[in-house]
């Protein structure tokens, strides 16, 4: 951890941009806004998925903001989610920061039977940030999922 007894302005103003971008995905993302959630990203983006954060290679691995499309689109198949964002560690350089922050997002489904189940996944990105014109971007998000938990949801 590093200790900031004398932070600059700019770092401020940095740090919460960033915090808010990270809170903007998720917000979006419980929105079932796409296109909002793609645009946080830049245009050469790299986005990788770990089903299991332990693997070796990503379950799915995206090249290019309109690539990430079917990947956000994907969260219609849930009734309702709600993503928490917990802590985050940042570090900036210039241009280009990297960071890691933690989200417990709770997925809601509806199965054949009328039956709500709800599933809950710990998960770590580990981030690529970069501004442009001003406005701070991810160019690289890997989704590392820790755990994930299923059960039966009351109504």
């Known amino acids: 951890m590093s200790s900031h007894t004398s932070v600059s302005?700019?770092?401020?103003?940095?740090?919460?941009?960033?915090?808010?971008?990270?809170?903007?995905?998720?917000?979006?993302?419980?929105?079932?806004?796409?296109?909002?959630?793609?645009?946080?990203?830049?245009?050469?983006?790299?986005?990788?998925?770990?089903?299991?954060?332990?693997?070796?290679?990503?379950?799915?691995?995206?090249?290019?903001?309109?690539?990430?499309?079917?990947?956000?689109?994907?969260?219609?198949?849930?009734?309702?989610?709600?993503?928490?964002?917990?802590?985050?560690?940042?570090?900036?350089?210039?241009?280009?920061?990297?960071?890691e922050s933690y989200c417990l997002a709770h997925h809601i489904s509806l199965g054949q039977d009328a039956e709500r189940t709800i599933m809950v996944a710990s998960i770590r990105y580990l981030d690529e940030f970069v501004k442009q014109d001003g406005e701070w971007y991810f160019a690289e998000r890997r989704l590392m999922v820790d755990w994930t938990e299923t059960r039966p949801c009351a109504p």
């Open 9 to 99: 302005p700019q770092e401020v103003a940095d740090r919460l941009a960033i915090r808010e971008l990270i809170d903007a995905y998720a917000h979006c993302a419980d929105r079932r806004d796409a296109k909002g959630q793609m645009a946080l990203f830049t245009e050469d983006s790299h986005l990788l998925v770990y089903m299991d954060a332990t693997a070796a290679e990503p379950t799915q691995e995206l090249h290019g903001r309109e690539a990430l499309a079917p990947v956000f689109d994907n969260l219609n198949s849930y009734r309702a989610t709600t993503h928490f964002n917990g802590q985050s560690t940042v570090s900036i350089d210039g241009d280009r920061a990297s960071g």
